[in-house]
C-alpha cells in the first residue's frame, strides 16, 4: 500500500515528464508571531484537491485527489469535487499512478 503523500509525489513526477503544467495544492491552517502577536491563519480551498493540473489538449482544469487503498473522500472534498464537476472540470480520485495516466493518455 502506497502512502498518499508518495502518490503525490509520484503523480507529480509523472506530470512534469509529460510538461504538463501542475501543482500540489495544500490547505490548512497555521498559528505564528508577528510583532508580538499571535496570528491564525489559514490557506488553501477546504477540501481542495491534493494536485491540480491544467490539462493540455482543452485548457480545463484537472483536480487530484490522492488516496491510499484505505483512503476516503472526506465531505469537504467530495463537495469540492462536485464544484469542480459543475464547473466542467475534471477531478480524479487516484488510488495509484494508472487512475491518472488513463486520463492523460486517452
Not at 509523472?14 to 500540489?24: D, F, K, M, Q
Amino acid at each position: 500500500q502506497v502512502k498518499e503523500s508518495v502518490l503525490v509525489r509520484i503523480i507529480l513526477k509523472y506530470l512534469g515528464a509529460r510538461n504538463i503544467v501542475a501543482w500540489r495544492s495544500n490547505t490548512g491552517a497555521s498559528v505564528y508571531e508577528h510583532n508580538g502577536r499571535r496570528r491564525f491563519v489559514r490557506y488553501g480551498v477546504r477540501g481542495s484537491a491534493d494536485i491540480h493540473a491544467i490539462d493540455p489538449n482543452n485548457g480545463r482544469i484537472v483536480c487530484i485527489e490522492c488516496k491510499s487503498d484505505k483512503g476516503k473522500q472526506s465531505e469537504d472534498q467530495f463537495q469540492f469535487q462536485l464544484d469542480i464537476e459543475r464547473s466542467l472540470g475534471i477531478y480524479i480520485l487516484a488510488k495509484d499512478l494508472d487512475d491518472v495516466v488513463r486520463y492523460f493518455e486517452r
